[in-house]
């Protein structure tokens, strides 16, 4: 297969790189330093521009998976507006520029997240139901997924992939954790109740190429392992992975007070099931967090 990325220098988008390199598929990933994608994402070509993608070439994929990263700093106007330039701007261009191939691009699976779902307490969700609480995260994953959408009126099949917290050695929410941890300086996140979804990279690689290969899966997937935990189980899971004890929690009221707004995504959470890959048949690797994050020390 031909498959250009977005997002391909990410953590998700170097391991998927590596994946399908191993599989003979060639690689195109747009990015803003096109100079170093080879070396970071397994000798994949890179484009500064859409338009640099030789017009002759047909394309059976398309991954989109670009966004800058939504906790890394509070949510200030301005922030805000690089949140939306990255998901919704970015999408909305990638879908008008796959609109002018003559020949439809079959499959486009684009990134959204968990917080779609905004704060939905204790109601059990799957990828049918509606949201709970809304807040700038699941705004900003709605406009995403809506701009994603509009490539289906040209032929293409959309998977909205509504991604957890991923679990890494190298990255994302694990590596936040590890040093505070290791130190002993961990705890629950206020009272520890919010129900917290989470997904293996391993996993994360996989059920993305499974969803590149099965033709009838399209529209939302939530990507999150099937063992869901509150937030005081996954804080003694990994304090115990650790061989820590976890006994400073952080009330809400820091939380709020330093984060504002973006608190909600420490605060809120999940309780969700990934109903549609269950049904479709993916096998999780690691759908167990105490083996998960055993596999991650």
């Known amino acids: 297969m031909r498959i250009l990325l977005t997002g391909g220098t990410g953590l998700i988008g170097r391991s998927l790189c590596q994946h399908w390199a191993t599989q003979g598929h060639e690689l195109w990933v747009w990015s803003r330093r096109p100079l170093d994608v080879p070396g970071l994402c397994a000798d994949a070509r890179g484009i500064a521009r859409l338009e640099d993608f030789p017009a002759e070439l047909p394309l059976d994929a398309v991954i989109n998976l670009a966004g800058a990263p939504i906790a890394d700093r509070p949510w200030t106007t301005s922030r805000r507006q690089v949140l939306w330039q990255s998901r919704i701007d970015l999408t909305r261009r990638l879908v008008a520029w796959m609109a002018q191939h003559s020949t439809p691009i079959p499959v486009l699976i684009s990134g959204s997240a968990v917080g779609w779902y905004g704060d939905g307490g204790e109601q059990a969700m799957n990828e049918a139901s509606p949201p709970g609480q809304p807040n700038f995260g699941s705004a900003l994953c709605s406009a995403w997924e809506h701009e994603a959408a509009r490539a289906r009126p040209h032929g ?87 061989h820590r004890p976890a006994l400073l929690p952080l009330p809400a009221w820091v939380l709020r007070l330093a984060l504002g707004e973006m608190s909600v995504l420490l605060l809120g959470g999940q309780r969700l099931a990934p109903t549609r890959l269950l049904s479709a048949g993916f096998a999780f690797r690691h759908p167990d967090l105490a083996q998960a994050l055993a596999t991650l020390r």
Not at 160 to 185: C, E, H, I, K, Q
Not at 191 to 212: E, S
């Open 156 to 242: 293409t099949r959309v998977v909205l992939l509504r991604t957890a917290p991923v679990l890494s050695p190298d990255g994302g929410m694990l590596a936040r954790l590890r040093l505070p941890f290791s130190l002993g300086l961990g705890g629950r996140l206020g009272n520890g109740q919010q129900w917290m979804p989470w997904i293996h990279l391993d996993d994360q690689v996989t059920l993305i190429d499974f969803l590149l290969k099965h033709a009838d899966c399209d529209g939302p997937i939530n990507a999150c392992a099937p063992d869901l935990v509150r937030n005081a189980e996954f804080t003694r899971l990994l304090a115990r992975s650790l």
